[in-house]
Each structure stands twice: as C-alpha cells, then as structure tokens.
C-alpha cells in the first residue's frame, strides 16, 4: 500500500510527503526497500524525463535516513551473519531465465498472465512503448537483475513483485492504445506465447488454465491482426483467466487460525511453566513454531530467518550434528537430540506420547499432546569447572565431539583432561515385519538401493531391546533423482534438499539419536518416494548416564534492566567458568559486580568468561550495533523532513 501511495505521490506530483511513503516501506518490510527506490525512480524519470533526479534523490535520502533507527541495525546484522545462496554459479546470475520462472504463472514472483507477456512483446514493436518493454523484461527474465536486487543473497524472483503495479500499467496502456487503434495486434508475438507453455507440461494442475489462457489471447489477436471490431466486452474478456488463476492459487494458501487444541497453548498456563532459566520448545511442529514466542521471558533457541549466526548454526547441525528436518539449514529446528536438548536448557518441552525423549517426563497432557519436563539439563546461565580448552577439542574426531561437548564445557584455554569415549559399536540385527511392494531395498557396494514409488512406512524389530542408552546411526545418501530425499527414523526427521532448493542444505550425511523415556524395541522407519543410495551405516551407543555427568551451578535469576538480557548472582569457585546458551554476537556487553568484563566464546558459540572465585553480579546486555546512531540519523532526518514541509506550505501560502 505505502508503494501505491509513493506512486501517487509522484503521478500526481504531491512529492513532498514521498520521504513518509519511503519511510513506512522501510518500516513495512526492508527487504523490499531499495528495489522499491529504483522502481520510483524509474517511475519518476517516465513521468517528469530530465528533472526527476535531484527531487527523487532528496526523497529517498531523506526517506531512508528517517527509516535508519531500524536500517542501520539491521544491515549490520546482515552483514555480520550474512548467509548466501548455496552453489551459485555465475553462470545461473548472468543467464537469462527461460524457463520463465516467477515471470509467468508463479505465486511466488511477480505471476503475471498471458495477456502481460503479449503486450509487453507487442510493445518492442512500437517506439512509444518500446523503452519500457525492454526494461520490463529484462528485469523479468535475466537473473541478474533479481541477484542485485536480493543484495546478491540468492537469485529469487519474489524481489520482482514490486515491479508488478509498472507491468501492469505497461498491460493497460498497451491495451488502452489498442482499443483507439493507435496501435495494431500483430501475430509474431504469439508464437513466443505458445512457447511459453512448454515449462508448464508437467504441471497437470495449472497446464489447462494456462493453455486456455494463452489460447484465449491468441485468438483475440488473431482476430484483431485480421482487422475485426473488438468491442470493449472483447477486452474484458482478456482478464477472465487472470482472475481465475489468482482465484485458484488463492486456493493454495494456508492460513492460520487459533485452534482450540493448540498443542503449545495449554503449556505456557501450567504453573510448572515459571523457571525462566530454561526454555519450553515443542516437537509436534518445529517449524510452525520456530519464530513464535511462547511465554513472556520464556527464550527460544529456534529461530527461522535468512540470516543466522553461522557459530550458533555450525555447532547446533555440524557439532550436535541435529537431524536437519527441511530443505534449508538456515532454519534452527528443533528435533529430538538429546544432546541438543540438554545443553540448549530446554526442561519444557511439548510433544506427544509416541515421541518423548530421554530424560523427560510427563507433566500435563492434553489430547494427544503433552507438556514433558527433563530437570537435568543445562540451565541458560551457570557456573562450571569441568572444562576442555578448545585445542584439545578441535583434535577430538568429528563423530564424538558431541560427547565432549556434553560432559565439558568448551573455553578458550584449560588443562588437557583424560578423555575417553563412552560411545561403544553396535551391531543390531533387523527384521522387517513386512515389505510393502511400493518399496525396493537391494544390497549394494556399502550400503543398499532404496526404489519407493511413493512415501512408504516400515517398521524393523531389533533382536534386543535397548534401554537407559541412546541409539546413534550414521549413514550417507547419495540422491539418484532431482527431488527430495526424506528419512524418518522413530518421529526423527532427516531430509537432503531437492536440485532447486534455494538454499540447499547439503545434507549427504544423516544423523539420528534414537531415544525413549521407556526401552527402544523397534525402529518405525520412513522412506521418500524416490531413488537413492545410503551408504557407510554407522550404528552406535551411548549410556544415558552421560548426560547428567557435567557438574554445575545454576545462576540465580535477577530482574533485567534496560538493554539486559540476562541479569543473575552466581557463587564461582577458583577456576570456575560462568556459562550461557546466548550466541556471541557483536553488541553483547557484559558487567561484573558493575565493572565491564571482556567477554569470551565458550562452546564454541556462546557468551562466557572465567570467574574469580566468590559472589558476583553480572549483568549481560544487548545493544545492536548502529542503534544510537541510527536514533540520531532518524531524529535529524526527521526534523529536515518537517522544515522542507513548513517550507512548502510557506512557499504555497505566499506564492510569488
């Protein structure tokens, strides 16, 4: 709406309340801000040609500053955690897209219809319209166009979507200029509409509407480049199928509702929910709930954005090695891992009873949902001793640094300690009680061939129940098609992005950690439609003892302050390390007994710093970087803003 409104703005050259459209587009949603600029500004230089520069400038400047309390802040972020496009070639940037992926009949890019496409190819044919047709589908079809405007994050087409409201003016005023014959219909044009349904061929659904659509528009000009009368209902007729198309994929949303049985709700009332040491997440629907808040003061240690810190994401799938459950490691999902529950403080946890892990026990249940508590794990802040340095822990192989990780604390320097593994070999014996024809599993080289014709569900008995140990199974993938590939082992998710993911999560070696609060008897195993390979199958185990080894002091929670995110009193002994599961990140600060401390990075990922031995206050806060400065740029541009709007209304009062 704030894009319209600028497009007004300038249309009907009341430009001075421009920098407050810019402003709120900011506010609305940065991402799209500066293609939101150069689309104004193309606008602008199409209505006033020469002297659209200086004016739209100053606006845009002044627009942006007023939005820098929330802009500044946030492009240091990005800069600091910035995350790229896995596997983009230069090849896929400067290509041209030709497959007309977000251009045509896409809800994910700009979506446009038969009828956007024919104009704009109408109007290379035309000098008037020529311009604006080239620059239409340039930034239509070439991948550069979106990988700059994306901020050279990912070559996406969503970006494009403010470029809608110019296509379809370019769409009216081509049809407009038809309707009073100043130009003509031509049929070239449509022999490229009819290429342009080949990409749709395997989509059943939309192939028909497509088709009837492109159809429908090259009768019209057939009939048009012959010289009959199109009548106004002729034209009309031409926005039957866009409406039916945006009818149909509105079709496809999902919505969300409050629900009666939500299973995270019925939670955050229970009176056990009140430690604001630990963290309350939920397995039934990770990524539903990943960037929900669930109580006041309650911390998350999910989260979904395109940007993440690369230390937290490194430790949480590559040293916890966390099963990556979707297309995207970008994505912080929970997923049943011990390991990853315990030192991420989550005692509350909601899930259902087929799918609670070690450790936890029921608290609340309602429905199939259950509200399970686990008092053994990490709080967020505590004092430790057992401590590895971080040379050692580097030198520890790759398949056990999740042990040390859970029975030390990693920091920057410490005695080597005598460290021996508790994990042992396993070597179970399967059997399968039944093989559904849907799916062929045929030994090979060091691994086996798994053909699924569709998403099919086994369940393999194990010669021998495990109880109090964690079950861990390894194994690559090697994907034979270009679609997903998705293991579910006991409700835990493991998943190999498919050829077009757009963030590709790389994930060729699947992990699981097989727990249960009872004894684990059998494996409920679900394989992918799909061919693929797995290979290298590792099984081992771990004694459940190993969890609650570390020895520690819970910090005793104090009322933050301010720009506090954590406030507590701790009691250290001589050579004790105070610990959190807050990421290290650029604008943490934290204070000892009033007295500014250097912070240092403790497993790995985290904010900690060693303790003198005796009681101490401290008292650890966040100001994101850029923030005061970005409060004065925002006031100064803000306070320009109302001296240009005084001075307008003084020029327009005493006019010369």
């Known amino acids: 709406p704030f894009l319209m409104l600028a497009f007004l703005s300038i249309r009907r050259r009341h430009t001075c309340l421009l920098p407050v459209w810019i402003l709120l587009i900011a506010l609305h949603s940065f991402y799209y801000a500066p293609a939101s600029l150069l689309v104004l500004g193309w606008y602008w230089y199409r209505q006033e040609q020469k002297a659209f520069f200086r004016p739209w400038l100053r606006a845009s400047l002044t627009g942006t500053c007023m939005a820098a309390m929330l802009l500044l802040p946030a492009g240091l972020a990005i800069l600091e955690h910035r995350h790229a496009e896995g596997g983009i070639s230069p090849l896929k940037i400067l290509a041209p897209n030709v497959t007309l992926d977000g251009f045509l009949y896409d809800i994910y890019g700009i979506g446009l219809t038969a009828i956007c496409f024919y104009a704009l190819l109408l109007g290379l044919t035309h000098k008037n319209f020529r311009k604006n047709s080239i620059i239409l589908l340039v930034c239509g079809i070439w991948c550069l166009i979106p990988y ?17 409201p110019l296509f379809i003016l370019h769409t009216a005023q081509i049809l407009f200029a038809l309707y009073h014959k100043q130009i003509a219909w031509k049929i070239p044009p449509c ?17 028909p509407f497509v088709l009837l659509d492109i159809l429908i528009v090259i009768c019209i000009a057939v009939l048009g480049a012959k010289g009959k009368i199109l009548h106004r209902p002729v034209y009309l007729f031409l926005l039957v199928l866009p409406f039916t198309l945006f009818v149909c994929d509105a079709k496809r949303e999902n919505f969300s509702f409050p629900r009666p049985n939500d299973n995270i709700s019925f939670a955050t009332q229970q009176p056990q929910i009140m430690d604001k040491r630990y963290r309350l997440e939920t397995l039934s629907a990770p990524l539903d709930y990943s960037n929900r808040s669930f109580a006041d003061g309650q911390q998350k240690s999910s989260m979904y954005s395109s940007v993440t810190n690369q230390s937290y994401n490194t430790l949480y799938y590559d040293l916890l090695q966390t099963p990556i459950r979707i297309n995207n490691r970008t994505a912080i999902l929970i997923e049943n891992n011990p390991f990853m529950l315990r030192l991420m403080g989550i005692r509350y946890l909601t899930t259902t009873s087929n799918a609670l892990p070690v450790g936890y026990h029921i608290l609340a249940q309602q429905d199939k949902y259950i509200l399970a508590e686990n008092p053994n794990v990490l709080p967020i802040a505590y004092t430790t001793n057992q401590c590895m340095g971080i040379k050692q822990f580097e030198s520890i192989p790759e398949n056990r640094k999740s042990e040390a990780l859970t029975r030390y604390t990693i920091v920057p320097d410490a005695d080597p300690v005598a460290f021996t593994s508790e994990i042992t070999p396993y070597s179970p014996i399967l059997t399968a009680k039944s093989l559904p024809d849907t799916l062929q599993i045929t030994p090979s080289g060091n691994g086996y ?14 010669d021998k129940p495990i109880q109090d140990k964690i079950l861990l199974l390894s194994f690559t ?15 835990i998710r493991n998943h190999l992005s498919n050829a077009s993911a757009p963030y590709p999560n790389g994930n060729n070696h699947f992990h699981y950690q097989i727990s249960d609060s009872d004894e684990i008897s059998s494996l409920k195993v679900t394989f992918s439609k799909g061919h693929y390979h797995i290979g290298d199958i590792n099984w081992r185990e771990v004694p459940v003892s190993m969890l609650t080894e570390q020895t520690f002091s819970p910090a005793v929670l104090l009322p933050t302050q301010g720009s506090e995110i954590l406030a507590c009193q701790v009691t250290a002994q001589t050579g004790d390390y105070f610990v959190t599961s807050l990421p290290m990140q650029r604008g943490l600060s934290l204070t000892i007994d009033e007295k500014e401390a250097p912070l240092e990075r403790v497993n790995t990922a985290f904010a900690g710093i060693k303790l003198t031995a005796g009681k101490h206050t401290l008292r650890l806060s966040f100001t994101p970087p850029g923030q005061n400065i970005g409060y004065m740029v925002s006031l100064l541009s803000f306070l320009y803003f109302c001296i240009t709007i005084w001075k307008e209304e003084k020029k327009n009062a005493h006019p010369k």
């Open 449 to 462: 061939d798994i053909h699924a014709q569709k998403t099919t569900t086994v369940e393999y008995q194990l």
């Open 191 to 207: 022999i490229v509409l009819i290429l342009c349904c080949i990409p749709f061929l395997r989509s059943k659904k939309l192939l």
């Open 477 to 491: 993938v090697e994907n034979k098609t270009r679609q997903a590939v998705r293991i579910d082992i006991n409700h």
């Open 148 to 164: 700059l405007l994306n901020g050279t994050l990912y070559v996406r087409p969503k970006i494009l979507m403010v470029l809608l």
